[in-house]
């Protein structure tokens, strides 16, 4: 079996768009925040993040994204699995 080589920076500059968002699942203890923040700079996106699983986070979240529709920027969502409910209403 032949895994094809995964480049994210490819990914994001061609299937990266406002109407359908990225996702990415990793493995524990993996996290790839920094590369999605080294992509982001590289290609001259603002990106903001917040970290999901308490209330703060998803007020940031909320204003983040807001902020982002109107502005065209990025927002990183970090684990999102703490967060099933708040997902079903965005």
Do not use: C, Q
């Amino acid at each position: 079996l032949e895994v094809p080589a995964f480049n994210m920076t490819e990914i994001m500059e061609k299937d990266s768009k406002a109407t359908a968002p990225i996702m990415m699942v990793s493995v524990p203890g993996f996290d790839p925040s920094g590369k999605v923040y080294d992509i982001a700079h590289a290609m001259g996106k603002t990106l903001s993040s917040a970290a999901m699983g308490s209330e703060e986070g998803f007020r940031i979240a909320d204003k983040a994204i807001t902020t982002a529709s109107k502005a065209g920027t990025w927002v990183l969502l970090k684990n999102v699995h703490l967060a099933l409910e708040w997902l079903i209403e965005l």
